[in-house]
T-cell receptor, first 113, second 113 residues
Framework: AQTVTQSQPEMSVQEAETVTLSCTYD???????LFWYKQPPSRQMILVIR??????QNATENRFSVNFQKAAKSFSLKISDSQLGDAAMYFC??????????FGTGTRLTVIP | NAGVTQTPKFQVLKTGQSMTLQCAQD?????MYWYRQDPGMGLRLIYY???????DKGEVPNGYNVSRLNKREFSLRLESAAPSQTSVYFC????????????FGSGTRLTVV
């Protein structure tokens, strides 16, 4: 069975500082994809970043980067130079060839001015 | 530039009533999905449609039916609503099952009293 665990229900960060959100997953698959989604108060689910499991290089999108540790089944999200607009729920998600996108329970990020 | 459109955005039902949630995408995506989001539980897949004419059960299909009307539209029906179906419902679409990430609608908040 696939599981995704986000052990931090809430996190906070000072504006302009860096924060890391944790995610671990469990699977027997060898080929899969990992995602981080952002959900602001508007409820819209917004794709932040994507990582293919076969790629060793960590994905980066502007201020967002991941630390992908395949052996440890860990996929953390680092947000640099945090901005007020980064405040949201963040969901880690995992996609296998069986087509289901499994989500973690989310981390609520607060950005302190 | 609409992406994925869900209607309605809010709905209140009485126990035992039926209703259909509508979803349409204009990105020519092959696959479509229905998720529900409950507090502390992330998003869970209800049903999905890999392509026009096919539908399959996800993690939590009981109490729901779906119809892939054409390539653009994928509806979710509650035949006899129950309070346990109070949730936020998201429709999503993607180019293929293994994909570059899903595009989500803005959600429907459903309350069953």
């Amino acid at each position: 069975a696939q599981t995704v665990t986000q052990s931090q229900p809430e996190m906070s960060v000072q504006e302009a500082e860096t924060v890391t959100l944790s995610c671990t997953y469990d699977t027997s698959e060898s080929d899969y994809y990992l995602f981080w989604y952002k959900q602001p108060p508007s409820r819209q689910m917004i794709l932040v970043i994507r990582q293919e499991a076969y790629k060793q290089q960590n994905a980066t999108e502007n201020r967002f980067s991941v630390n992908f540790q395949k052996a440890a089944k860990s996929f953390s999200l680092k947000i640099s130079d945090s901005q007020l607009g980064d405040a949201a729920m963040y969901f880690c998600a995992f996609l296998t060839g069986a087509n289901n996108l499994f989500f973690g329970t989310g981390t609520r990020l607060t950005v302190i001015p | 530039n609409a992406g994925v459109t869900q209607t309605p955005k809010f709905q209140v039902l009485k126990t035992g009533q039926s209703m259909t949630l509508q979803c349409a995408q204009d990105m020519n995506h092959n696959s479509m999905y229905w998720y529900r989001q409950d507090p502390g539980m992330g998003l869970r897949l209800i049903y999905y449609s890999a392509s026009e004419g096919t539908t399959d059960k996800g993690e939590v299909p009981n109490g729901y039916n779906v119809s892939r009307l054409n390539k653009r539209e994928f509806s979710l029906r509650l035949e006899s609503a129950a309070p346990s179906q109070t949730s936020v419902y998201f429709c999503a679409s993607s180019v293929t099952l293994q994909n570059y990430g899903y595009t989500f609608g803005s959600g429907t908040r459903l309350t069953v009293v």
